[in-house]
Structure formats: structure tokens, C-alpha cells
């Protein structure tokens, strides 16, 4: 449960938003805690992301067979629902997760926000062999691609801006991908992955592998990881993260919501358990 100064903040926070605007956390009766989980006594916890429990009435958006909401859904998660920093440290925030995926955060303080959204589209891309797709922008501008990467050309700083040089033997398999990725997260963030998602200007349209971004220094970003919908074609979705420092990605709560489902078809803040986003700041791949 949150402390009562944690609770009264965001209280206050609540209650100072503008009134005509629907929140994404309003998925029910307006609360300022934070559930447990309802597996967290003891029981067994779901082992995917798509074993997480609905709320009643809403059953899973389908996705076609291949698609990264499938891969989203497919995702494992931890038994230890602990998020741990790169370090091996508990994070001080043990309020903010649901679930924690199983998936590795490195020994290196690069797999932060934006970084953990690059990892699990590049993971996907990576797992359909789609390696002619596994390409992003450094914050500079300068295109990082994975098959340049395999082939023995690597990112270098030269006059306060990235360059491929030819300096490597090729390579391939996971651990040239991971080489890789340390790359990105050293030079991608926030700022240069917005620029390259497109926008989703109707929340109600949320679909798995939306990413909600705000670009920037402070900046965030968080993958939506599933959706669901309702006989009306209402809409709910899971998001997930990672932090600064380096920690290992977890599913959110929903702050307002006895469930960790958010509400689509907002149209103004999305509260979050560490950052507030703007319903425009949904974005998707191209």
C-alpha cells in the first residue's frame, strides 16, 4: 500500500487536473492506492503477460499469429515479483509493478525508458528474423542499423557526431545482437525514438505495442503491452516499463484502479505510478 504522504500527493494531484478531461485510471471508482496483486500471498503467479487476469466483461484483443502484440502477450514473467536495478540492488520503489518480466536488464546502466522499448521491439524483430528492420536513430540523428552491425561496422563519435566505421569481423547470433543493443541504448533515448514512432491520435484505437512517449530531458516512455475490449468496444491496456537507473521491466499498476487495466479513450492525462503522459503522446512503429 502507498504511504499516506505518497497517497495525499496524489490526491492533491488528482484533484488539481482539469475537470472536463477523462482520465485513462478512471477504469472504476476513483481510488489513491495501489493494489498487491491478487497473486501475491503465496500463489502462483501467470507466467505470460497474456495470462494476466481481466477485469469482468473484457476479453483480449485478438492478434494475428506472427504480430508483436502477440509477441507482447507471449512474454514470460518472473516468479520473484521484485524489480531489481543492473547492479543486482532492489529498487527503492517496490509500489510502482504489477509483474515483472522475464526478460534480462544487463550488468550496465543503459536499459532505461526508451532503452526498454527499443529491447522488446528489437527482441521481436530479432526472434521473426526481421534483422533488416532492427534500425534506430541515435539521438544525433545518425541510423543505427543491425545488418550494417553484422557486418562488421560499428558506431564511433567523431567530432561530437557518430559515424560507421568498418572496424569489426562480421558477426551474428545473440550475442553480436547484444553488443548491438548496448550500442542503441548508449545513444538512442527518448528524444530521437519519438521522432521516429508515429502518432496515435485516438486513444480508443490503442492497440499492443503502442508506445506512450514523451520526448526529452526529463522525458519518458512506456510499451503498451496488451489490450482488451469489452461488447461495447471499450477498450483497456497494460503498460510496462523500465527506469532510471537501469531496472528490469515490469508491468504497471494502474494508480486509480483496483486492476493494473487502464481505460482508453482519454482525452487527458494518463497517470502512471512514476510519470503523468498526455493522451497525445501515444505513438506506434511504423
Known sequence: ?????????????????????????????LAVSIVSPPFSNGATRPASVGALPLPAGFTRLPQPAGSFGAWLRAMPL??????????????????????????????????QCAD????????????????????????????????????GDRFVLKQNRLVK????????????????????????GTLSLSKELLPVKDTRKILPGNVFIKGGAPGHA???????????????????QSYMPAQDIHVLK???AATPWYQAGF????????WVFDAGELAQFR
Open 1 to 29: 500500500m502507498m504511504s499516506t504522504r505518497r497517497s495525499t500527493i496524489l490526491l492533491i494531484a488528482i484533484l488539481t487536473l482539469p475537470a472536463h478531461f477523462v482520465y485513462a485510471w478512471q477504469l472504476s471508482a
Open 78 to 111: 518472473k516468479q520473484d515479483n521484485k524489480v531489481y536495478l543492473y547492479n543486482g540492488h532492489l529498487k527503492n520503489n517496490q509500489q510502482a509493478q504489477y509483474a515483472v518480466l522475464d526478460i534480462s536488464t544487463g550488468n550496465k546502466d543503459l536499459q
Open 116 to 151: 526498454a522499448v527499443i529491447r522488446l521491439y528489437a527482441e521481436y524483430l530479432y526472434d521473426s528474423k526481421q534483422f533488416g528492420k532492427i534500425a534506430f536513430h541515435a539521438t544525433d540523428g545518425t541510423l543505427m542499423d543491425y545488418n550494417s552491425w553484422m557486418k
Open 165 to 188: 566505421v568498418r572496424k569489426a569481423a562480421p558477426c551474428s547470433g545473440p550475442a553480436c545482437f547484444s553488443n548491438y543493443l548496448e550500442t542503441v541504448f548508449s545513444w538512442a
Open 222 to 240: 512506456v510499451m503498451v503491452m496488451d489490450v482488451a475490449q469489452n461488447a461495447a468496444g471499450e477498450r483497456i491496456f497494460l503498460l510496462a
Open 254 to 256: 494502474n494508480p486509480g
Open 267 to 274: 482525452t487527458g492525462k494518463l497517470l502512471t505510478p512514476e
